[in-house]
């Protein structure tokens, strides 16, 4: 590391890698601005909010890029994504990769891209997802879970292959269940690997504890881990488990 004009050391830079629905705006918003010693830069943000798109240039010290989502090669972000996940762009940084059980993954994509996710004020980004709405509305949940699974698969195995290629001292593998059902093991992970402003505990926790009802026309319309089993077919399930299998095995998920 290089030394700062206090005599201190700079902070090696952090990428957060995720996928839609896993908290990651709460963390995009209240997270990861407050982690002291690191600028955040979303490259995403920028190009979903229609601002102007700064060259793509991840700095080794000092900085935290996310939350990076990885996307559908359809979707107008998806080469701005794939460029900031290569290998060049991650060397010399610490990457925090959190994941949800892909399972209750697909029931929150289904109402959230088909119904409830606000319109970007991009045009292109806009259009897409009015064209993805169409498509899902007139879908049941269990065929919309079924036709997705082996694109959200394919996201999962670059996943994968993104944490393999991170040496163990600079990378973290964190989950959304274990964010619900194991807060304090959770948070001491990730205080551990970032060090946060006081008060971002409290607000993590009581902002990520589940709906005490369901709210299907809202960004978080649940939260609890496993609720798929209550929403789809025991024969949904066993498809989209076949598809999901490997990775549902690789990031511990069971069958």
């Not at 060259?55 to 090669?73: A, D, K, N, T, W």
């Amino acid at each position: 590391m290089i030394m700062n004009l206090f005599g201190q050391k700079e902070p090696k830079s952090v990428v957060w890698i995720t996928l839609h629905k896993c908290a990651s705006q709460f963390f995009g918003d209240s997270v990861l601005p407050r982690v002291k010693g690191l600028s955040k830069i979303d490259y995403q943000w920028l190009h979903y909010e229609n601002q102007p798109l700064p060259r793509i240039e991840l700095q080794p010290y000092s900085h935290i890029y996310g939350p990076v989502r990885l996307l559908e090669p359809s979707h107008p972000s998806f080469s701005l994504t794939e460029e900031l996940l290569k290998p060049k762009n991650l060397a010399k940084k610490r990457v925090i990769i959190m994941v949800r059980d892909p399972r209750d993954l697909l029931v929150s994509m289904y109402y959230s891209f088909g119904f409830s996710h606000p319109l970007s004020p991009n045009t292109e980004i806009g259009q897409y997802q009015q064209e993805r709405r169409a498509r899902i509305q007139p879908l049941e949940l269990d065929e919309y879970a079924r036709r997705t699974a082996p694109a959200l698969a394919a996201r999962f195995e670059r996943l994968e292959k993104v944490y393999g290629r991170i040496k163990a001292k600079n990378r973290l593998l964190l989950t959304y269940e274990e964010m619900i059902l194991d807060f304090d093991s959770f948070y001491q992970k990730l205080s551990l690997f970032l060090d946060l402003e006081a008060g971002v505990r409290n607000k993590l926790f009581n902002r990520t504890r589940p709906e005490k009802s369901e709210h299907p026309d809202q960004h978080k319309r649940d939260g609890a881990p496993g609720g798929f089993r209550k929403k789809l077919s025991g024969q949904t399930i066993e498809e989209i488990e076949r598809i999901l299998g490997k990775v549902l095995a690789a990031f511990g998920y069971g069958v």
